[in-house]
């Protein structure tokens, strides 16, 4: 079975910083493009970063420079380092996991809540 558990989130001011975790089970962890995703009320799910084992990474341009990913496949885990906090970064912020050779095997966490007060 697949899991896929974030944590990290939490409330912050603007300026301010937050590091995400999500831990990944059930699947073979260096096969899969992990990333983040971000969803704000009354929005659509958004891609926030995503990184491939070998290094290859993709931000959003919203947040290039300011945000981080990262993964430590011994661990099966992937990060996400979030600097300059911004109220528009307010959302609820999903981990992602994809298999690079089998779209089918595509799966979420349950999701971790960021609020950035101004």
């Known amino acids: 079975q697949v899991q896929l558990v974030e944590s990290g989130g939490g409330s912050v001011q603007a300026g301010g910083s937050l590091r995400l975790s999500c831990a990944a089970s059930g699947i073979i962890f260096s096969n899969n493009i992990m990333g983040w995703y971000r969803q704000a009320p009354g929005n659509q799910r958004e891609l926030v970063a995503t990184?491939?084992?070998?290094?290859?990474?993709n931000y959003a341009d919203s947040v290039k420079g300011r945000f981080t990913i990262s993964r430590d496949n011994d661990k099966n885990t992937v990060y996400l380092q979030m600097n300059s906090l911004k109220p528009e970064d307010t959302a609820v912020y999903y981990c992602?996991?994809?298999?690079?050779?089998?779209?089918?095997?595509?799966?979420w966490g349950q999701g971790t809540q960021v609020t950035v007060s101004s």
């Open positions: 992602n996991s994809r298999n690079r050779w089998d779209a089918a095997a595509n799966y």
């Open positions: 990184i491939i084992s070998g290094g290859r990474i």
